[in-house]
């Protein structure tokens, strides 16, 4: 099935919250970013994500490089359902001497997941299906 993945690191704009807790709005407009290129590269259209559900798993904090990634799990006429996962890679590691200090994670940690259903109208749909 066609997958795509980006990567953003976390900066102050995304902190919503105390001690630089991102909104986890961010993660769903990475996987709103996601879902695009996937319906780019499915139907040669931008479509719309019509609904979008999310599992926030871990906090995600200013520093964080996250990686999100999206598939196509199945087709329908002008439907198509996505699957999103988000994990943390890497990031600052917050050392006080050392405020760049930062490193990629031996084991990426899953950080949110969720379904989409986009929709293609029929007479824009350009039959690519890029794999």
Known sequence: MLETTLRRFMGWE??????????????VELFG??????MMRHDGDEGLLATVTVDFLQPVYVGDLIEATGRVVSVG???????????RVGGNLNLPDRPTAAELLA???????????AVV???????????
């Open 14 to 27: 995304d902190a919503h919250y105390a001690g630089g807790l991102v909104s986890g709005g961010h993660l």
């Open 77 to 87: 006429n002008t439907s198509r359902t996505l699957a999103f996962e988000a994990r």
């Open 33 to 38: 970013d996601v879902g695009t290129e996937l």
């Open 121 to 131: 109208k029929r007479d824009r749909q350009r039959q690519r299906h890029d794999e």
């Open 107 to 117: 084991e990426p940690i899953l950080v949110a997941r969720g379904t989409a259903v």
